[in-house]
Each structure stands twice: as C-alpha cells, then as structure tokens.
C-alpha cells in the first residue's frame, strides 16, 4: 500500500507534467469558435458528428451573447470563427475587415414563434394577447437581445405592439424568456422554434407570420486573424454541408436553399 | 417569617448543595469568591433553577423539584441588588426605581419613587441619570429600586465591594438604617466578615459549593466548628490539637499543651484570635508560654506581631498577635524571650 | 426621459429595509434568548442568503413562489401572482439583505450586559417587556448600523430581482436593472448616468441615515457610559 509520502509525490509529477502530454496532442489542429448560445444544442450535436471524421480539428466554442461575443472579436479576443444570431453584429465585423473575406456564409436560419405554458389553451393567436388573463407576455429585452428585437419588429408591423407592450417582461436572452414561459409565470412568450423545441414545457401557440420581420439567419465567417484558418474553414464548409444541414433541420432550424 | 431554601444546583463544572432554614431576618452568607454565594442568590431569585430541591417562603412555594414548581422570576417579588448595582444607564433615577411598578397608577407610582427617595437621602436626583451620581449614591438607588415592589426576600450581593473604601463604612450604616425599615427577609452575600458580622444576625459560612457551618454569628465566630470555618471567619492562628489523659489539649503545631475552658467531647483543631492574645509580664502562670519574636508588621491602626514558640528561632511564625500601637511602644523594648498567655476562656476548640 | 428606475428603487429598498429590519429584530431577539444545538442548525437557513450568489437566491426563490411550484400555484389561486411584480423585487431585496440584518441584530442585542435583562426579570418584566424597554433601547446603536448596512445593500441588488421580478420598466426595473440592461445594450450613456444617480442616492439615503443614528447614538452613548 503506496504510503501518503509517494502518492503525493507521483501526484505532484502527474500535475506537473500534465501540460506537456497535452500540449503533445496538439499536433492536432484545435479551433476557437464564437458563437451565440441561441445555437448551443445544434453546435453540440455538429461538432460531435464533425469530430468523427479523421483528421477533424478539435473545436471549442465560446458562447454568448452576438452582441458580446462581436465586442469581444472587436477587441482581439483570439477565436478562428464567428457565428452570429444575427446579420447586424456579422456586418459590423465585415466593416471592419476582420472577417476573412470569401468565407462568409449563412449557415442556418430561425423561425419566431409565439409559445404559451404546455397545456395552456387560453392564448391561441397573437389576438388572444390582448385579453385581460394574458397579464405577463416574456420577450426579449428588445435593445440586447435579438429575438426580441425580432418579436419588436414583428409586433410593431401587426400593429400589436402597443397594445401589449404593458404586459411584457423584458428577458437578458432567450433561454430566460423559455423558463419564465415553461414555469407559467409568464403567460405566453416569444422564443425561437428551436428554443421552442428543445423542451416539452412550452408548447408552440403559432410561429408569427415570416412576413412581419425581417430573416432570422445565422451568418458564419472565419476571422481574418485566425491562426488556424484553414481548420476554420473545414468546420465552416461541413455546417454547409448535407450532413450539417440534416442536423440543423432536426433541431428545427431552416436551412439556406443554396 | 420562615423560610426555607434546600437545593443542589449545577453550572459548568461547579455544584452547590444548599440547606438554610431560617426564621431570622438578617442572614449573611460569607464565603471566598467561587464558593457559591452568587448561586445562591440567583436560586432563590429564580435566576437559575436548581436540579432538586426546595425553596419556600412563609408557606409560599418558589420551586419544588418533586412537585414540578419553579415560580419565574417574575413572580416571585424578590429585590436582587447587584454587585454592579445593574442601573438602567438609559432611563433617569425615578424611572429606574419605578420599574417594578407598572401595575400601579402613575400617581401611585410616584408617590412612592418620591418616598423612596427621599428614606435614601436622594431627594433631587430623580431626574439625573445613573452615570451622573457617585457609587454611593447609585448603591442607594438600587436599594431603592429593589425596595419598590415590597418584596419578601432582598437579596444583596456584595452591595459594598464596589464601592470606595472611605465611604464605605457611611454607605454601611446607611444599609443598617434602611434595612432596620425592612421587614422581609435579607440575604446578604459577602466575603468580607466584618460588614457580615456588623449587618446580619445569622451566618452561612459556603465553600466550594458546601455549607461549612450556620449559625447565630457569634456562635460562628467564637465557636467554629471546624479550623476551615474558622479560617474563613478570620482566624489566623490554628493548630491541629490531640487531647492528653491529664485533660488538657496539646496544640501539635505549636508544641504547647493547653488548658481550655470551653467543654469539648472532640478536639481536632485548636485556635485563638490575634486580638486575644496577651503578653504576660512574667513567665509561669496557666497557659503562659515563653516565645521569640520572628516579625513584625504595622498598619496606621495596629501592630501585628509573628511569634514562635520556644527560645530557638526556627522557621516561620507559629502565632499572629495584633497589639495596640501604645502596647507596642511598651513592649518593644524588652527582652527576649516574650511572654504569651492564652486565655483559657479565648481558646477555642473545634471537633473538625 | 424615464425616471421610474429612480423611484422604483427608493420604494423596493425602503420597503425592502423596513420588513426585514422588523423581521430580523424579532429573530434575533427571539434567538438571543433559545440557545442550543437546534437552533444553530436556524442560523445556517437564516444566514444561507448571504453565502449563496444572489442569482441563486433569486432562482431558489421562483422556485418556491412561481407558479410551478406548488406553494406558486396556491398563491396564484388566491390571486397573488408575486413574479414580476413590485412586491416580488421587495421580496428578493428582503431576502438577500435579511442575513445582514439578524447578524447584526444579534450582536447588538448580546452585547446588553446580561444583569439588566436579569435585574428586570426580578422587578416583575415579562420577556416582551424587557425586549421593548431594555434590549432595543439598549442595542439601539447596533441596530442603526444594521439598517444602514440592509439599505445599501437592498438598493444595490441585482441577480434576485431580475429573477424573481423581472425586468419591466416602471413596474420592477430598479436602477441596477436598468443600468445592466444599458450596458447590454450598449447605450453607455446611459449606463453611466443611472450609475451617477445611483451613487448619488446611495451617498444621500446613508448621510442621512448616520445623521439620524448619530443623533440617537448621542443620546444613549451618554449614559452607555457606566461607572
């Protein structure tokens, strides 16, 4: 039986060599990619089928907000890839000329959908809003959030807006909106489909007509300052893919019909 | 007025087994620090609840252990002066002396603050604060504010020792004069024998949490029953002693045999007070004993005198005499050896 | 220009003070006195808000009012819906500002010299008299701090508010909602007058504050001082 004296030793040595075995796997390439945490669930399963191909970079992902994560490239934050919830922060990178240029692509698309507590039958279409019982609606805080300022911009063009704008909850993203919705504080709520979709505790009342707001469309780019771009690129082209595009499909995404 | 107080209590570490029964109205419980007398007192004022026991007043039961009674504090019309005297720093004079006297009608109330104060002799301090009067007079108010509520039973807590020394002896006449007005009973804790002996017609002797001796108080302090009573009670000069078959008793420490008047069936210890002993002028005589003085010690008031049997001057001092000054000036300028007699009628023997 | 953020939390914070200041008085002094191993194991439930991140607290908190839960549901039954309303923000404030509060209640309550409560108890004061008469007035300065510490603190909240209250201009939206919701947004004007405002408030409601306790501490630091 190793006495405490030994095992601490061989323990210090572990640790202490530790980063050098790792580092001896990086012979395999590894890529940083920024992306927003709408699209998490789709990223997870991508990456996990991309990484069975032989010879795949190892990808890592850095979530958060679109509008954080385009900060955050601005300042120089050392990811090889971007992808946006939104066109407004990918356009923002692209007047700067920090996006790698040819590489920029849709990847996915979103639909915004009106959904209510599973089971709830009291709020059926976006009139149904307006009732007196219909007292807390949770969207996202319009100026930060993207949906929201999807659910905004469709609410205003229905003319709905300012009748309902007493009732809403303002939400620091999107997942915030799906709990208060799915624990039946808020009374109805404006997520994602594929928000919409990932849990069985909100059911989906009706998606808002595609004509009141503007595309929800994913843009992907590698950034011009990437150490690894090719391995940016081959991660990029397999989303575009029919294997990536079948994944996005399933978790309820659209697809670009390129 | 009876009272009876038989418990055993506990805390921490420390226990006290009680037994005081009583009809006197002034009992004074003398002990060094740590024997229990603070205990007591908190026992009876139902600050503390003893494991077993009793304590009853005039018939009225505070606790009975076998009987499942333990009276609050509240309720059992006790007046507890503290050591510290425990004023309230935040209300004036008058509002502390009326504190137990809610439940009567604001003139009522001060009609008595005013008569209180004015039998202590603090007429216009009612509307001082406690922090702007004098430890004597602070004193008086505690009194003052334990009397309010006529309660059956005071209890005093070393109600002198945190006062300074010049004015102590005025604040104890005081306390002499307001509790002769007092018509309960007084429990009155100290480890200073003479404010004991001065104020209280009975005497408890504690230590270590058992009652050592009770008794009237000369009884206590001229007939201890053992050399530990009589060390608490001050005396200074004891000896174990073995009785001889010629009736005398041989004081073992000091080598002497002695007669003594006082009737014994036992005798353990011997002893006799500084104050009694005499300097003879010649040797021979009863109870006259040659002995060399090994020092000597002054105060403004009196001469005390350490004195060893025999001629030889071995080790340490054997007797403790205290002498007036004008004695000392004729004494010290004879020669050795000294003269001491022990009064037979002084000695005193002790069956422990 | 919207100054609700402004008055929200002036209202969510006094309120938010004033409950937990009666609360945490009272347990405190109803602690002070039941001592024991039990009542240590209360202390953990009651000081567990101050060690949990306030987000945490928040979402344990619609946990057990929201409307999944079955406490939420009850509630709702009887026509209070507490999430995203102003009493929701009062709550989530109380909550995380209340350990403070008892903490410091109780010190102040300890620090009574034991022999006034006693002598009390001889001169016929039942317990809620002396916890009235003798130990408030007494902890008096103790107290004073407590609220100051329970006011800083509750205007400054965050994390729990947003969870349980939501954010909803003029309704919940207190001055840190709005100035994380600014930031989020980029409007760093913005941001930066309602922290500006913040500070003000903050400097203003404590200067008072301590006017006030230094007032009363004046007049009962005379006679805290026993011979």
Known sequence: ?258 | MEFHAEFAAHRGQFSIEMRLNTRSARVGILGESGAGKSMTLRAVAGLLKPATGRIEIDGRTLFDSSAGVNLPARERNTGYVFQQYALFPHRTVAENIAFGLAHLSRDEQEARVRALLGRMHLEDMGARYPQQLSGGQQQRVALARALATDPRILLLDEPLSALDFHIRGLVEKELIDTLADFSGLALYVSHNLEEVYRLCDEILVLARGRVMAFGAKEEIFLRPPSAEVARLTGCKNLSKAQVTEDGRILALDWGVPLRVSQPHARAQHVGIRANHIVFADAPGGENVFSCAVVGSSETPFRRTVYLRFGTAVGSGPHLQAEVQRDRWEELKGRPMPWHVRLDPGRVFVMPE | MDLSPILLSLETSVAATATVTLLGTLAAGWRVRHRGAAFELLDGVFLLPLVLPPTVVGFLLLLLLGRASTLGNLLYGLGLRLVFSWYAAVIAAAVTTFPLMYMTARAALEQVETPLVEVARTLGAGEARIFRQILLPLAWPGLAAGMVLTFARALGDFGATLILAGNIPGKTQTLPLAIFFAVEAGDTEEAVRWSLVTVAISLAALGALNLWTRHRTGLSMRVVQQD
């Open chain 1, 1 to 258: 039986m190793p006495n405490r004296r030994t095992a601490l030793f061989v323990s210090l040595v572990l640790l202490l060599t530790a980063p050098f075995v790792a580092r001896v796997d990086a012979q395999q390439p590894q890529i940083t990619v920024a992306a927003a945490i709408s699209m998490k669930d789709a990223l997870d399963a991508l990456e996990k089928r991309f990484s069975e191909r032989a010879g795949a970079p190892k990808v890592t992902f850095s979530l958060g907000a679109s509008g954080i994560l385009q900060k955050q490239i601005e300042e120089g934050a050392p990811v090889d890839a971007f992808i946006s919830a939104a066109p407004a922060q990918m356009n923002a990178l692209e007047e700067k000329g920090l996006l790698l240029a040819g590489t920029r692509r849709d990847i996915a698309g979103n639909r915004l959908v009106l959904v209510v507590p599973a089971g709830s039958t009291a709020v059926k279409t976006l009139e149904d809003l307006k009732r007196p019982e219909v007292q807390h609606i949770a969207i996202g805080e319009i100026r930060s959030v993207p949906a929201g300022q999807y659910a905004a911009e469709a609410l205003r063009n229905l003319n709905l807006f300012d009748a309902l704008q007493s009732k809403f909850v303002y939400a620091q993203n999107v997942r915030a909106v799906l709990t208060y919705v799915s624990g039946r504080d808020a009374d109805a709520g404006f997520v994602y489909e594929t928000d919409a979709k990932s849990t069985d505790k909100v059911t989906i009342a009706m998606p808002l007509p595609a004509s009141s707001y503007s595309p929800v469309v994913y843009p992907a780019a590698v950034i011009r300052n990437s150490q690894n771009a090719a391995a940016a690129k081959s991660f990029l082209e397999f989303l575009s893919s029919p294997e990536g595009r079948a994944i996005f499909e399933r978790l309820g995404f659209t697809t670009p019909s390129k």
